[in-house]
């Protein structure tokens, strides 16, 4: 892709987006060319300490070590209230490969505070570290876990919902579909909530016309975050990770479906929404005009960014009452 050819994303972002960049560009610090992982990782988590602050205050918040088969998982359990009308999982966007509890703490506080349910998050283990299908088997065996002992931590097990930004996205919905081709019975899944996420797409018009060094979404970024999450070339056309290639035409939890204008994976949540509704299954699509991939982390300074999670509660709240 000649980036020559790219539309000027910069010139065309909002005014509110644009001052998130400001702030971004003065306290960024540099990365030195082939750091290694975990100095990336660092570098995202102190990058975020600063959008996590301030947001809801909630009535406890629980840290737990779940045993997987892959070892122990890290969750957060975030109680708006003393009882909750459902629990959301919360997968963590990152590429796969940055990002925690921590990075995505004020989220995962906004949505439980909005919807009144507990919410969930999941510290699955990061790629190249872990490959597909790794981080979804842990997703599940959390599931599994909080459903058999739901009374102990006070969840409403009954109705679940998975939600999720950017590779989260992917993680939630592939979730979803994987207990529901193994039948496995983890409660009822109402609704997932997703966040500019990526579903499987190789090539779109989106990636060919955005994606900078403004949002970390070039070509070779995104090439750069599969090849560390997939462990061989035919896993991208799993089901689970090309999620075109499952079968979205029946049994669909409701979807709510978010994105932002000039993100270079934009066609991938229109190809979802479109695709769903042909097949007439529940979901809604809502684009929140001049902004960039990764804004819901913003709401400190964007209206926009609180306005998608506030939407995105309310359409989980609306299916559980149906």
Known sequence: MNPINKINVPEKISEEMRDVLRVQYENAKPIAAGADNSTIRQAYIEERE??????????????????????????????????????????????????NLDTHDRIMRLLADYTGCAVIGVNYTLSPEAHFPQAIEETVAVCRYFSQRAADYQLNMQSIGFAGDSAGAMLALATALWLRDREIDCGHVKGVLLYYGLYGLQDSVSRRLYGGVWDGLTGPDIEFYQHAYLANEHDKDSPYYCLFNNDLS??????????????????????????????????????????????????????????????????FCEQLEV
């Open 50 to 99: 600063y959008w996590n602050e301030g947001g809801p205050k909630l009535f406890m918040t629980l840290h737990e070590k779940i045993a997987t088969s892959h070892g122990d998982i890290e969750t957060r359990i975030y109680y708006p209230q003393r009882e909750t009308a459902a629990t959301i999982f919360y997968l963590h966007g990152g590429g796969f490969i940055v990002g």
């Open 250 to 315: 029946h049994n669909m939890p409701a979807c709510f479906i978010a994105t932002a204008e000039f993100d270079p994976l934009i066609d991938d949540s229109i190809a979802l929404h479109r695709t769903l509704s042909e097949h007439q299954q529940l979901c809604r699509y809502k684009m929140y005009p001049g902004t960039l991939h990764a804004f819901l982390h913003y709401s400190r300074m964007m209206e926009s960014a609180d306005q998608a999670l506030r939407d995105g509660a309310r359409y």
